[in-house]
T-cell receptor
Framework: KAGVTQTPRYLIKTRGQQVTLSCSPI?????VSWYQQTPGQGLQFLFE???????NKGNFPGRFSGRQFSNSRSEMNVSTLELGDSALYLC????????????FGPGTRLTVT | AQKVTQAQTEISVVEKEDVTLDCVYE???????LFWYKQPPSGELVFLIR??????QNEISGRYSWNFQKSTSSFNFTITASQVVDSAVYFC?????????????FGKGTTLSVSS
């Protein structure tokens, strides 16, 4: 069974640009969550999507947004990039909202210059 | 508020030593879930275990064992006879559904280095 896949794996952007990251969950999993990992703040929850609806959101500015498609694939978007947005962005999928076991992808490493 | 504390930032051991990684959590939820994840240098978080708040049974899986004690709000992880391949960052996490939905609240992680 294929795991969670994320594309691209590495990305370099310039301050002020926007970026879109993609996540394909494990087949049959319907919930997708996004996390940001930085050396200073550690792993922080961004948001969760289930049935194409955002169900939960962490404490991040509105520049961070996401969506989920009918096939459960998810994208997250960061607009007006700042240097502090440089991080590893991890996507996790779970079967549904009650399983509480989240399986993570390899992440997208975003560097903002 | 929910919080997970991993007081040990870095631990270094020699192969075959036993090592315990500490995790202390805070939550007001009576129903919650605790997790351990391993993050090797490749970056992907690998799920190791999930426990719910109603199950305080210790668990053993091969060289890994977990000790859950609600009385001290701790969920410690022991690796027996450590190996070089165990070198990674280990994260303890908490899910408290009534207050934070399905979001995982992570500790800062413990970096384990096992030398041969």
């Amino acid at each position: 069974k294929a795991g969670v896949t994320q594309t691209p794996r590495y990305l370099i952007k310039t301050r002020g640009q926007q970026v879109t990251l993609s996540c394909s969950p494990i087949s049959g999993h319907r919930s997708v969550s996004w996390y940001q990992q930085t050396p200073g703040q550690g792993l922080q929850f961004l948001f969760e999507y289930f049935s194409e609806t955002q169900r939960n959101k962490g404490n991040f500015p509105g520049r961070f947004s996401g969506r989920q498609f009918s096939n459960s694939r998810s994208e997250m978007n960061v607009s007006t990039l700042e240097l502090g947005d440089s991080a590893l962005y991890l996507c996790a999928s779970s079967r549904d909202r009650s399983s509480y076991e989240q399986y993570f992808g390899p992440g997208t490493r975003l560097t903002v210059t | 508020a929910q919080k997970v504390t991993q007081a040990q930032t870095e631990i270094s051991v020699v192969e075959k030593e036993d090592v315990t990684l500490d995790c202390v959590y805070e939550t007001r939820d009576t129903t919650y879930y605790l997790f351990w994840y391993k993050q090797p240098p490749s970056g992907e978080l690998v799920f190791l275990i999930r426990r719910n708040s109603f199950d305080e049974q210790n668990e053993i899986s091969g060289r890994y064992s977990w000790n859950f004690q609600k009385s001290t709000s701790s969920f410690n992880f022991t690796i027996t006879a450590s190996q070089v391949v165990d070198s990674a960052v280990y994260f303890c996490a908490l899910s408290a559904p009534h207050q934070a939905g399905t979001a995982l609240i992570f500790g800062k992680g413990t970096t384990l280095s096992v030398s041969s």
